[in-house]
């Protein structure tokens, strides 16, 4: 089993900068290198949209929303996946999700989301 736990969102002005992380708290179980796993945001009223994700190999991509801003990365050792996130711009604001997945891109576990808001 896998049970995700976002953290790191909050109050930033345009311009900054924010890192949110994403740890799997279960320490028996599943272990997140077995995973692809993504980063999701979704504001009232919109569907939840995948930004970034990473696959159990690496390999990096990014909506062209936030590519060259946002960079996720993985540390399967410690079981946690981070999204640095800079130049935030108040289109950004959103609660952040980050989620597991067995197969791209199909989501299998969700963490409870982080809320990110950014200010002019």
């Known amino acids: 089993q896998v049970r995700l736990v976002e953290s790191g969102g909050g109050l930033a002005q345009s311009g900054g900068s924010l890192r949110l992380s994403c740890v799997n708290s279960?320490?028996?179980?599943?272990?997140?290198?077995?995973?692809?796993m993504g980063w999701y945001r979704q504001n009232p009223q919109k569907r939840r949209d995948l930004v970034a994700t990473?696959?159990?190999?690496?390999?990096?991509d990014y909506d062209d929303s936030v590519k060259g801003r946002f960079t996720v990365s993985r540390d399967d050792a410690g079981n946690k996946v981070w999204l640095q996130m800079n130049d935030l711009k108040p289109e950004d604001t959103a609660v952040y999700y980050c989620?597991?997945?067995?197969?791209?891109?199909?989501?299998?576990?969700w963490g409870q989301g982080t809320q990110v808001t950014v200010s002019l």
């Open positions: 279960l320490t028996s179980g599943h272990i997140l290198s077995q995973y692809h």
């Open positions: 990473i696959t159990r190999d690496g390999v990096e």
């Open positions: 989620a597991a997945h067995a197969q791209p891109w199909r989501p299998s576990y």
